[in-house]
């Protein structure tokens, strides 16, 4: 049979312990450790003089070394008659004060306050399974009342968390001081486990504690970190086992496909501070003898960045490095860093324990970042929607040097909402600052700063530009159209970009969007430069429904219609649109919503293979001319839909002379329209609609 129980409930079995010990015979079973594992610890909270009750000794070692070092009141029980009887004849000549008794842990014979100290190895985390834990109460009722004045319950546990939450809550309600150890987990032993080692030290007071004190220590000797919550130091608990598991993976193997990644939170708040990922490098690949290990600093308010958040963008920036294998470090928003030294300096020891196996010993980690810096981000603005939960808005500076702006919601803070560009008002550079003190007084605290604005005319998403490109299918901007409205229907307004450039630059344009979320419409206006006015309108509410609407009542029609949406259902491989926008019926009205020469145009984002092919399936059964244009780098893909076949080039993929001619007569008519506003120059309309595929 197997040493180790088939179901927790067999670990507070006296009949299983009797087996088990029977079956192991003379050899000794250390759980968790033995004592030059835990001396350390243990000489710390537990005098010599001491009289110590043991709980659950079983055939280990621990006390027999105890004993040998000094301690000499020492009472070892256990549940099982085997191994109380051999450990009493194995000890009877060279320990003769070594005392072994069956006794039951949950009802003892023994008086109030008798002892200085009860010590538990494994007992507590076998006997929590029981009955919901009613049996561990029982255990720990019995060890409040043996302990005197003083005393101390030192447990040895794997703290797993319905074992480690018990045991806290009982002791901070009876107002005893409760301090936990996390001890690093050791190597090729037998009694090595994924999760590390924790001591629990729970001490008790004459009077209980008004407030409880709860604290953390990293190691035997660490300062102890103080909490006010147990559900704060559960948290950190899970923290530390979570880095354990994942050095312990990383510790015996390299897994290209593995892409293991841990949050670590601030000891004092308990909130993410720094995420890290580990990527390995391929099979075959040529790696220099030196380049065991390396450590990426992600600039702060670039995670989002292709590069560094997804997970194809790491592999690329692994392979340019180099490196047998890369941590990359993403620094999290709502927490100060001072500078790179100062972030080294907090992750050395931590980051050195996921060195790939076989590295030398005295081998220098080098840390890597982008010039040297950690960037910048300043929050500018929190909030709560109703519908989509917390959100931050936050200016950043980018890899060109530029401050961007950006709304974040927090429930996936990976994704950037929406993002435009800031810049001066006299049109002058922002310069670089050299340290982060001297960049925050740069910064401006809401768009009517007196320094700087949002500038209307960039588009920060490509997947915009396409769509603002897809106008040449309706002629916009040539001769013959010079004076011919254009009316636009968009759902999802985000910072509301898209809209204002439209508003902005495309000569005879008339907007409505809709938006389900009345905060986001307060964001954009407040802080992403937004205007709404005659010819840019919003209306609050659901698209899906307010196309319904429109479809009903018939009389309304529209030349665009844009979709720019997300989907807040993550049970599904599609974030853009929401499943419901891409229903067939669903797709007849957005048809008979447009003009006989009109456009649809979808931000598609799907990464599930099978669900992008039905999507597209159900669009082109509607439409019977379907273009599609990927985001390089991105997930991205805008579909252009219309009711009539266009030409689509020849056999080298070279734009028919119609669309050559429409997209040369938008490309001036948007740098020609609304006089001294800043049109970007990097939008190039041929360019944008060169690399469309038919469907």
């Not at 994704?415 to 050299?434: D, F, G, T, Y």
Request: proline share 4%.
């Amino acid at each position: 049979m197997s040493l180790l129980p088939r179901t927790t409930e067999e670990f507070s079995s006296a009949e299983y312990w009797e087996r088990f010990f029977k079956k192991r015979g003379e050899k000794a079973f250390e759980w968790y450790g033995d004592y030059n594992k835990l001396c350390g610890v243990l000489h710390k909270y537990i005098k010599l003089q001491d009289k110590v009750l043991v709980i659950g000794c079983g055939n280990s070692e621990l006390s027999e070394q105890m004993y040998d070092v000094g301690y000499k009141y020492l009472t070892n029980i256990d549940i099982s008659n085997t191994v109380v009887t051999h450990m009493s004849q194995r000890n009877a000549a060279r320990r003769p004060e070594l005392t072994f008794q069956q006794v039951d842990a949950t009802q003892t014979p023994y008086e109030d306050a008798s002892y200085q100290a009860t010590l538990d190895k494994g007992t507590l985390d076998a006997m929590a399974s029981e009955e919901e834990g009613a049996l561990a109460r029982k255990m720990l009722t019995e060890v409040s009342r043996l302990l005197n004045v003083g005393g101390r319950y030192v447990c040895v546990t794997l703290a797993q968390e319905s074992v480690i939450r018990l045991a806290v809550e009982h002791f901070v309600q009876m107002g005893w001081a409760v301090r936990l150890h996390c001890l690093h987990d050791t190597e090729s032993e037998e009694d090595s486990f994924a999760l590390p080692v924790f001591v629990l030290i729970c001490t008790k007071f004459r009077q209980p504690l008004p407030m409880p004190i709860l604290e953390m220590c990293l190691g035997e000797a660490g300062t102890p970190t103080r909490l006010t919550q147990v559900a704060e130091l559960l948290s950190a608990v899970r923290e530390h086992q979570a880095y354990s598991v994942l050095r312990k993976k990383l510790r015996t193997s390299t897994d290209v496909a593995a892409n293991l990644s841990l949050t670590l939170c601030h000891a004092k708040t308990g909130l993410p501070r720094y995420t890290l990922t580990v990527q390995d490098c391929s099979a075959g690949a040529k790696v220099p003898r030196a380049n065991h290990f390396g450590i990426f600093i992600v600039p702060q308010g670039r995670e989002t960045d292709w590069l560094y958040g997804s997970s194809e963008g790491q592999k690329q920036l692994m392979a340019s490095a180099n490196f047998r294998r890369l941590v990359i470090v993403t620094m999290h928003r709502n927490q100060e860093y001072t500078d790179m030294q100062a972030v080294q300096s907090e992750l050395s020891l931590m980051v050195m324990d996921l060195a790939p196996p076989g590295m030398p010993a005295n081998q220098q980690v080098p840390f890597l970042s982008v010039g040297g810096e950690l960037g910048w981000r300043e929050v500018v603005s929190k909030g709560v929607s109703e519908l989509s939960g917390e959100y931050s808005v936050e200016d950043v500076r980018g890899e060109d040097g530029q401050l961007y702006r950006r709304l974040v919601f927090l429930s996936n803070s990976g994704l950037i909402q929406s993002e435009c560009r800031l810049v001066s008002l006299n049109n002058a550079s922002i310069h670089k600052k050299k340290n982060k003190k001297k960049i925050k007084q740069t910064a401006p605290p809401k768009t009517s700063s007196t320094s700087l604005s949002v500038d209307s005319g960039f588009l920060c998403c490509t997947h915009h530009e396409v769509m603002v490109a897809g106008l040449t299918m309706l002629g916009v901007g040539t001769p013959q159209n010079k004076d011919v409205p254009v009316s636009v229907l968009l759902v999802g307004l985000g910072g509301g970009g898209l809209p204002q450039f439209l508003r902005d630059f495309v000569p005879g344009v008339r907007v409505e969007v809709v938006e389900l979320d009345p905060s986001v419409l307060e964001v954009a206006k407040e802080w992403f430069g937004f205007r709404p006015d005659e010819r840019l309108t919003v209306i609050i509410g659901d698209g899906l429904k307010h196309i319904s609407t429109l479809e009903n009542e018939g009389g309304c029609l529209f030349d665009v219609i844009m979709f720019d949406v997300d989907s807040k259902d993550n049970t599904v491989g599609m974030s853009c649109p929401p499943s419901g926008f891409v229903e067939t019926a669903f797709l007849e009205k957005i048809r008979c919503l447009l003009t006989p020469k009109g456009v649809f145009m979808l931000n598609l984002v799907c990464r599930d293979s099978a669900l992008r092919k039905s999507v597209l399936e159900r669009v082109r059964g509607v439409f019977p001319c379907v273009f599609s244009r990927r985001i390089e780098g991105e997930v991205n893909e805008v579909l252009l839909c219309c009711h009539e076949g266009e030409e689509s080039g020849d056999s080298t993929g070279a734009l028919p002379p119609s669309l050559i001619h429409a997209a040369k007569s938008l490309q001036t008519a948007l740098c020609t329209n609304n006089a001294g506003r800043n049109f970007n120059p990097h939008i190039d309309i041929a360019d944008l609609m060169k690399d469309l595929k038919v469907i």
